[in-house]
């Protein structure tokens, strides 16, 4: 398997690390999940002032535009790479 593909592999699995690993937040009277990354596409709130509670937020707009730039990047990995072997 050639380095491009190796590369794109390796961007795939961050990807997929980057897009559902939930950072837990917590301060007084409010604890949640917050999911995504570059951008927050899913916040999972766990406690509130209230009490425990289970509830979803997750914004679509956010979502495509973390799947546009980890697909954008998958795809144009192979020229990166490529670059960074010319020098």
Wanted: charged residues 15%; without cysteine; proline residues 5%.
């Amino acid at each position: 398997m050639d380095r491009a593909k190796i590369f794109q592999i390796i961007i795939a699995v961050v990807m997929l690390i980057a897009m559902l690993y939930g950072r837990h937040v917590s301060y007084p009277d409010n604890v949640h999940d917050l999911h995504g990354l570059p951008l927050v596409w899913g916040t999972h709130q766990l406690v509130t002032i209230f009490g425990p509670l289970d509830s979803w937020m997750v914004n679509l707009t956010n979502l495509a535009v973390d799947l546009v730039f980890w697909v954008g990047l998958i795809l144009i990995a192979p020229y990166l790479e490529n670059m960074l072997n010319k020098e």
